[in-house]
């Protein structure tokens, strides 16, 4: 009886057992959607951020970064491509219903202002280390002018640093209190200003590379975020620190909103943003980038590591676009110096695989079209800009010439206008004689390029206004004429000007990489891949070096 | 062998037992555990409210204590926060099953009656009711308050308490009167115009209120046709233009007053709920904040619209429940009993208007929308 009744508590209790069986192993575990973020280039150095999301969060955060303006593009076309996105300044996005309608949630993150950041030496010589200084971005403007001032700066058309300055010249020398229009823009203003503009670039950090070799010789300022100017200085690398000007009543404070663009990754958004808002996020911000916490009590408590504000007066935004697109266009057809280059365009027969001469003619395009999107203006040929094709295969041809006209410059304002009749009939034969490209016989690639060069340097000579470069469109594969050695050779013959005009190759097909990076190596320039580039980015990054 | 009969009864007894025991064993440790876990499956079992809120009460509706009372009362919320402007475009006819929300608990009076003449539409017998309140002022800083009084422009109410007569201050704004240009201006001597910052009025509420506000302000009473409605919102669209770029979400002005300050917001036009929450989640406010009361102003009635019964029982709940009423005051808003309200502002330091009398409504549901398209129009242009 007993031996029963033990057998059937045994029983029982294996069956009770039986559910607490250790649990099977867990599946494979579900990788977790990546949470995808376009941000801004100025944020790169917030990248460790990703990390501490994770361990936070548990959300996979993965930052993908772009300029100002072709992010703002993305986002408003709807191409993001991203959950969510992260931008040192939203209000071109936001100023649109179209941009609205894209975001979904929008929380500011922390702040940091634009300022000017003068080596301290020559801060000391013009005054400006006062501490009631006053100085207006009017001032700066004719600083700039008289040459006292020459600086570095992110592209205007493509940057929110480069964008609001300008913006912070033409409100103050408007002497309006607001609502800034695009017929009130005082040009001379922006010539005086853009005047000391010596180092342009695309991003901050290469700006700030750049910075650092020629602080002294060529650039004595530095207009940037507070945060990378900050970090400037405590890098040690600079010949000397710089000053932080904030300009007097045009102060820009970007404010960093971190936005939802995929609705159904709302859960996730909230944690991320709670947690970029918790004191460990905000204080390591603060401390590792320099800006300033968004929440008023944590920055009390970081206070020693930024300086004090005292009465910054903001800059009013103007969400007035033809204002905005006026100013972007006004400085790349009338301000910025004008783009001289060739285009060494390869008509050998390998062209015509892989649907290369399609793709050559397609970049041709491109660039001769009529994108007027925030993107397209910027890769497509601006007035005053001049262009030459030069055709090579078995031998280099004659180059055949373009000369984009000005446009009528207006004596006040900048309302945008339509291309003239005679701008359009120029684009109209880029594109006519892309599409007559004829692709037969082998590569003369080292003979075309040192022509293009010399076409350049005698040009430069007769001309130095223009900012020359050559732009050589190749399968890369040279089996003519010149051999690199010989091409090397009769480089360092040329007169020493040469290396002020670089030469940026665009790779088609299936071409040897590294002969045209030996190349380049030689004559300054870059090699862009547009097999793995869109053509977008490869004339934004050839125009960033123009 | 067959089994005797005795024998199959003890052993039945024997299993009865046995099994009882075992049972009785494994429940003892889990006793509680299994009636909180049953509780907890009531609750789940019952089918959560679908509400559509607004920022504004999106923390309340987080709140572990208010979760509680809700579970306690079975009555499980969802809610997902939306612009209150989007609202109106929510309301789905079908109930629940078809995905409709249960509720709508937008900013204010103006987006409550969109989502009410939407569901009208759609046949829905739609209930309002305002469990709670809070009036609209300016959040300013002292040094500004003390210009505006030396101008006349405000006056004093008592320590850090402003009243702002708001014909004069509408006045000099239309007259776009500069900082500088004001008498004793010493302490903000910009040259930026005299202006409050508002949203966006497309998008969000408190916009939307300052337009009524000012208008009662220019024409001295409450608009009611639509000719004054077009001419007045007219004259008032530069007020917004002239801000520049305004943030589009609820928060955006009060973000920029509180983190930026002074410099970028000398006046900002919120609910007063806004700078009281701040105020007691940070037990106390930046130096130098105080809030300048409109003379008159307009009352923001918090409204809760239900689409159903259910959803009908909640906001009575939220209108009557003494402990929700309670927990509304600590996100700031007013509630039918001042007092509480008094005594849970006192210790943070923010000085605040103990009763607000001098109270205009806002103009109808029709002459606000007129109003806001008018406005909207010449801020597109």
């Known amino acids: ?546 | 062998m067959p089994m005797s009969a005795s024998r199959r009864a003890a052993i039945t007894v024997l299993l009865a037992g046995a099994f009882g025991g075992a049972l009785w064993f494994a429940l003892r440790g889990q006793k509680q555990d299994l009636i909180e876990q049953n509780d907890a499956a009531a609750a789940a079992s019952m089918v959560p409210l679908q509400g559509v809120i607004s920022l504004d009460v999106e923390t309340f509706f987080k709140d572990p204590r208010v979760l509680k009372v809700l579970a306690a009362k079975r009555m499980p919320v969802n809610v997902v926060r939306v612009g209150s402007r989007e609202m109106a475009g929510k309301v789905l006819a079908g109930g629940s099953a078809n995905g409709a929300p249960d509720f709508f608990f937008p900013s204010g009076v103006v987006a409550a009656n969109q989502v009410a003449d939407a569901a009208r539409k759609a046949n829905i017998p739609a209930a309002q009711v305002s469990p709670f309140f809070t009036p609209m002022v300016i959040a300013s800083w002292e040094p500004v308050a003390k210009i505006l009084v030396a101008n006349g422009m405000a006056k004093a109410m008592g320590p850090r308490v402003y009243g702002v007569d708001m014909a004069k201050l509408t006045q000099a704004m239309l007259a776009k009167t500069r900082w500088k240009d004001l008498k004793d201006a010493g302490a903000y001597e910009v040259g930026r115009s005299v202006l409050v910052s508002t949203t966006d009025l497309r998008r969000s509420n408190s916009g939307a209120m300052y337009l009524a506000l000012t208008s009662q302000a220019l024409t001295g009473d409450v608009v009611t046709d639509r000719a004054t409605a077009q001419s007045t919102a007219l004259k008032l669209a530069e007020l917004f233009k002239r801000q520049g770029y305004q943030e589009n979400y609820v928060n955006g002005n009060f973000d920029d007053y509180v983190a930026i300050g002074i410099g970028k917001t000398p006046m900002a036009f919120i609910y007063e709920n806004q700078l009281v929450s701040y105020a007691l989640a940070k037990k106390g406010v930046g130096e130098g904040m105080v809030l300048l009361y409109p003379l008159p102003t307009i009352v923001n009635k918090v409204v809760f619209v239900s689409m159903n019964e259910r959803a009908k029982a909640l906001g009575e709940l939220l209108a009557n429940d003494a402990e929700l009423q309670g927990i509304a005051v600590e996100y700031g808003f007013r509630i039918a009993d001042s007092d509480r309200f008094m005594s849970t502002v006192k210790p943070t330091g923010l000085a605040v208007e103990p009763r607000v009398t001098q109270v205009v409504d806002p103009p109808s549901f029709e002459i606000m929308a007129e109003m806001i398209d008018t406005v909207a129009k010449e801020m597109s242009q």
């Open chain 1, 1 to 546: 009886m007993k031996a029963l009744r033990v057998l059937l508590i045994a029983a029982l209790l294996a069956a009770c057992g039986k559910k607490e069986e250790p649990p099977p192993p867990p599946p494979p575990a579900i990788p977790v959607a990546d949470f995808t973020v376009l941000a801004t280039t100025d944020l790169k150095d917030a990248q460790p951020l990703e990390e501490m999301v994770l361990k936070a969060t548990g959300v996979r955060l993965r930052f993908r970064y772009g300029g100002t303006m072709e992010s703002t593009e993305a986002v408003l076309s709807g191409d993001a491509k991203a959950d969510g996105a992260w931008f040192a300044n939203a209000k071109y996005l936001l100023s649109s219903t179209q941009g609205q309608g894209r975001v979904k949630l929008q929380e500011k993150i922390m702040l940091s202002p634009i300022a000017v950041g003068v080596s301290e030496s020559d801060a000391k010589r013009y005054g400006w280390d006062k501490p009631d200084l006053k100085l207006t971005w009017k001032d700066i403007a004719s600083a700039a002018k008289a040459g006292k001032l020459n600086y570095a700066l992110s592209n205007p058309a493509t940057s929110n640093q480069g964008f609001m300055a300008l913006m912070g010249v033409v409100a103050a020398a408007s002497g309006k209190s607001e609502a800034l229009a695009a017929a009130d823009v005082d040009r001379s203003a922006i010539a005086d200003f853009l005047k000391g503009y010596r180092l342009p670039g695309d991003n901050s950090t290469y700006l700030s590379e750049q910075f650092i070799l020629q602080q002294g010789t060529r650039v004595n300022a530095f207009i940037n975020y507070e945060s990378w100017l900050l970090s400037l200085n405590a890098s040690g690398k600079l010949r000397e620190k710089l000053r932080l000007i904030y300009p007097y009543e045009g102060v820009s404070t970007a404010d960093y909103p971190f936005m939802l663009l995929n609705d159904t990754r709302r859960a996730d958004y909230v944690k991320v943003v709670d947690y970029l808002k918790s004191e460990p996020a905000q204080t390591w911000l603060a401390r590792q980038t320099l800006r300033r916490p968004i929440r008023p009590e944590i920055a009390a408590k970081v206070d020693d590591l930024l300086p004090r504000q005292g009465l910054q007066v903001e800059l009013p935004f103007s969400p007035d676009r033809a204002l905005a697109d006026g100013l972007i266009a006004a400085y790349l057809n009338e301000f910025r110096t004008p783009i001289a280059s060739t285009f060494v365009l390869d008509t050998s027969g390998s062209m015509n695989g892989g649907g290369r001469r399609q793709q050559l003619i397609q970049a041709l395009h491109y660039i001769a079209g009529a994108d007027a999107s925030l993107t397209g203006r910027i890769a497509r040929l601006t007035q005053r800009e001049k262009l030459w094709f030069l055709t090579f295969s078995d031998t280099v041809r004659r180059p055949q010439a373009f000369v984009v006209p000005a446009g009528k410059a207006a004596a006040r304002g900048v309302a945008e206008q339509d291309d003239s009749e005679a701008m359009r009939q120029v684009l109209a034969d880029v594109r006519d004689s892309a599409d007559k490209l004829q692709m037969k016989g082998g590569t003369a690639l080292y003979d075309a390029v040192y022509d293009a060069l010399k076409l350049m340097l005698d040009e430069r000579g007769k001309n130095p206004a223009y900012q020359y470069s050559v732009v050589a469109f190749t399968d890369g594969e040279s089996n003519q004429g010149r051999t690199l050695e010989a091409f090397k050779r009769d480089y360092a013959a040329l007169p020493e000007d040469v290396k002020a005009i670089p030469v940026f190759m665009v790779l088609f097909g299936e071409a040897n990489e590294q002969a045209l990076k030996d190349l380049v190596k030689i004559t300054g320039g870059r090699v862009f891949d547009a097999r793995k580039m869109p053509l977008y980015s490869v004339f934004k990054d050839i125009r960033a070096y123009q």
